[in-house]
């Protein structure tokens, strides 16, 4: 499916064709939920409320959706200004420092992967993701979502080198916090 057919379906959206709308859905549902569902953790009360409103208010705005860039980009930017909007009414999330991570270092030739079983390494994973500061985490799970670098950096507002910096230092945090987690027994 190419840029070029969204662009179609959102200009027969506009023309009152409600079938175009319900491709469109249907094309970046799961997308959107995943990345929510990422992005907020595991209340999934909060990712549902999310994902309903942002999908409401792509309805709403989608009129004056100017072909700028990606739809995509542009619906998890408004999903994550959303999600924003309603943690600071809410305060629903407390800040992680990333001070707060073992400065443990692995020894030579050990990986964390080596003992853990897939189970154990995607519980690890998402463990250490929901760790990540905000704008890390948000990097990490966008590039997860096949988002280019370029896109991303329009979701958060922000240039490229700041957004390829990020997920530098979430790619470190990853790291350190694994290696850890396979140092320190952190899984038991």
Partial sequence: MT???????????????????????????????????NLIGNDSGE??????????????????????????????????NIFIDRWRRNRLLTAVDPEEFPETIAPPGSSPTRELDLNELSSVIG????R????????????QQDLAFKEIAEVQGCS???????MQYALKNLRKFIAGID????LE
């Fill in 3 to 37: 840029e070029s057919s969204d662009i179609a379906l959102i200009r027969a959206f506009g023309k009152g064709d409600e079938y175009a709308f319900e491709l469109l859905y249907h094309r970046y549902r799961r997308q959107l939920y995943g990345f929510l569902n």
């Fill in 47 to 80: 990712v549902d409320e999310v994902f309903e409103e942002t999908w409401l208010r792509v309805i709403d705005k989608l009129p004056q959706y100017r072909d700028e860039g990606r739809f995509s980009a542009w619906l998890f930017r408004m999903a994550r």
């Fill in 127 to 130: 463990a250490a993701v929901s």
């Fill in 132 to 143: 990540l500061p905000e704008e890390q985490r948000e990097v990490f799970l966008l590039r």
């Fill in 160 to 166: 490229i080198n700041t957004v390829l910096s990020r």
């Fill in 183 to 186: 140092r320190g027994g952190l």
